[in-house]
């Protein structure tokens, strides 16, 4: 099976740095990555599908980059609403099967 | 405007069984693969069950392989979940989440992500 791995496990940063947090596949999965949101008591919120197209109505300070095994998701100017925890998942196979990496928590500096 | 609201959740015995609701609205349901994702309390996102548009394909995870049955009735636009021989193992709250396919080629599509999500269930396994 696939698995995902991300780091940082945590980061702490301030309104306005640049974020970047990266996710790593244990085989290659094409472009077949995804980015989420999730914030305390809330249900996840997907950024990112197919490793770099930004979901309608997603600010365009969030990113993604990346194929094959190795991913980012980068925040340009980091705002108060975003932090929270953020998720990759793939699910490159069919019928699908789907890996969700361990999470990024972004907190505030 | 998507909306998915899942329900059924509550307090079990270790070995009990329970069954989750998801009624969804604001698309064409038929058209889309529906799947369960669960998050234990204090954890991160784990995948439970998607089944494709029509119920005729499913795959779950080996956690749940054997003991849940997902399930879908396209006529009343809801998603299900039975759940059997549940363990502490399995409490968490369960989202709903409508699964979209990059692409598909015949019959078979790839590349899924869950872009739209309910607000969870909460199933407690506890004696």
């Known amino acids: 099976d696939i698995q995902l791995t991300q780091s940082p496990s945590s980061l702490s940063a301030s309104v306005g740095d640049r974020v970047t947090i990266t996710c790593r596949a244990t085989?290659?999965?094409?472009?077949?990555l995804s980015w989420y949101q999730q914030k305390p008591g809330k249900a996840p919120k997907l950024l990112i599908y197919?490793?770099?197209t930004l979901q309608s109505g997603v600010p365009s300070r969030f990113s993604g980059s990346g194929s094959g095994t190795d991913f980012t998701l980068t925040i340009s100017s980091l705002q108060p609403e975003d932090f929270a925890t953020y998720y990759c998942?793939?699910?490159?196979?069919?019928?699908?099967?789907?890996?969700f990496g361990p999470g990024t928590k972004v907190d505030i500096k | 405007e998507v909306q998915m609201l899942e329900s059924g959740g509550g307090l079990v015995q270790p070995g009990g069984s329970l069954r989750l609701s998801c009624g969804a609205s604001?698309?064409?349901?038929?058209?889309?693969?529906m799947s369960w994702v669960r998050q234990a309390p204090g954890r991160g996102l784990e995948w439970v069950s998607t089944?494709?548009?029509?119920?005729?394909?499913?795959s779950y995870a080996d956690s749940v392989k054997g003991r849940f049955t997902i399930s879908r009735d396209n006529s009343k636009n809801t998603l299900y979940l039975q759940m059997n021989s549940l363990r502490a193992e399995d409490t968490a709250l369960y989202y709903c989440?409508?699964?979209?396919?990059?692409?598909?080629?015949?019959?078979?599509?790839?590349?899924?992500?869950?872009?739209?999500w309910g607000q969870g269930t909460l199933v407690t396994v506890s004696s």
């Open positions: 998942q793939q699910s490159y196979s069919t019928p699908p099967i789907f890996t």
């Open positions: 989440a409508k699964s979209t396919a990059l692409y598909c080629s015949g019959t078979s599509c790839y590349s899924y992500y869950f872009d739209y």
């Open positions: 604001g698309f064409s349901f038929s058209s889309y693969a």
């Open positions: 197919a490793a770099s």
């Open positions: 089944v494709s548009g029509v119920g005729g394909s499913t």
């Open positions: 085989q290659s999965i094409s472009n077949s």
